[in-house]
């Protein structure tokens, strides 16, 4: 919301036996994907680079799409861990 400007914003979230499926899509300004992530590599902004590399430590993906003047959409995965109280994770 802080970056966008954007009026609506949807969340989606599913899941499936593996991992959660999380889709983020705006309405707002858009922005050129490349040309943020090569600001960032030169430290003008961590925010991308961390939101990539969040999911990326977890064996998943993050795909962002955005074109100016029409919106963003980040679509990603995060895997799910199991846990039985008797024999930990499987």
């Avoid at 899509?25 to 992530?37: C, I, K, L, N, T």
């Avoid at 990539?52 to 980040?74: A, F, N």
């Amino acid at each position: 919301m802080r970056h966008a400007h954007a009026h609506l914003e949807k969340i989606e979230l599913a899941q499936t036996d593996e991992e959660l499926l999380l889709t983020v899509q705006d309405d707002g300004g858009g922005f050129d994907v490349e040309a943020a992530y090569k600001r960032a590599r030169i430290g003008s902004s961590m925010g991308l680079i961390s939101m990539r590399e969040r999911v990326l430590l977890l064996g998943r993906h993050l795909e962002i799409e955005s074109t100016i003047g029409k919106g963003t959409t980040i679509h990603a995965s995060f895997p799910i861990i199991w846990y039985d109280q008797d024999n930990g994770r499987h």
